[in-house]
């Protein structure tokens, strides 16, 4: 089975700041990496995803993450935020192979302060 | 292109309330399907998944039930709520084989 850690339940961060969000998984297997985000009383939209080859991925909306196997991580990062970045972001793990169950963290609310 | 539809928006019901929710998918076919819901500080929870008509699979024991009568429609029921059963529900579909899933808009279940 796999998890996933989001240690940081509230990001606070100034506008035009950079912002790293955290994510740590655990897994026996290789697995497939996704950030998500939700913006207040919708759905997730997928932000970005790591298959396979460039550890560094880039997403929309400026975002990019970074997945690092030795430290089990997929670090959400975004060099200068926006006001319209306020939202909730879910870093979740997928197994490779067989059936598609997705495991969300428990989120990251960013708030960006004008 | 591919939709999701899910309704209603938001929902208040009183506790011993039946329950239906319903998700309906355009623009493919056989999905998966899921359903998750979402309580204010424990992330998603996967409820149900589907992987075709009348294939019905649970992830946590509980007070809900979900039916998938027609190959992109699925539904989320319960014949008596509970105020726990509060919180964010959302419906999501993938592709078979694919990497990610696409999320409906939500429906906000209030139990009082």
């Known amino acids: 089975a796999q998890s996933v850690t989001q240690l940081d339940s509230q990001v606070p961060v100034f506008e035009e700041a950079p912002v790293e969000l955290r994510c740590n998984y655990s897994?026996?297997?290789?697995?497939?990496l996704f950030w998500y985000v939700q913006y207040p009383n919708q759905g997730l939209q997928l932000l970005l995803k790591y298959l396979s080859g460039s550890t560094l991925v880039k997403g929309i909306n400026g975002f990019e993450a970074e997945f690092n196997k030795s430290q089990t991580s997929f670090h959400l990062r975004k060099p200068s935020v926006h006001i319209s970045d306020t939202a909730e972001y879910f870093c979740?793990?997928?197994?490779?192979?067989?059936?598609?169950?997705?495991?969300f963290g428990t989120g990251t609310k960013l708030q960006v302060i004008p | 292109s591919q939709t999701i539809h899910q309704w209603p928006a938001t929902l208040v019901q009183p506790v011993g309330s039946p329950l239906s929710l319903e998700c309906t998918v355009e623009g493919t076919s056989n999905p998966n399907l899921y359903w998750y819901r979402q309580a204010a500080g424990r992330g998603l929870q996967l409820l149900f998944y589907s992987v075709g008509i009348g294939q019905i699979s649970s992830e946590v024991p509980q007070n809900l039930s979900a039916s998938r009568p027609q190959d992109r429609q699925f539904i989320l029921s319960s014949k008596k709520l509970l105020l726990s059963d509060s919180g964010f529900y959302l419906c999501?579909?993938?592709?078979?084989?694919?990497?990610?899933?696409?999320f409906g808009s939500g429906t906000r279940l209030t139990v009082v």
């Open positions: 897994s026996s297997v290789s697995v497939y």
């Open positions: 979740a793990v997928r197994a490779l192979g067989g059936y598609q169950k997705v495991t």
């Open positions: 999501a579909w993938s592709v078979k084989g694919s990497y990610g899933y696409t």
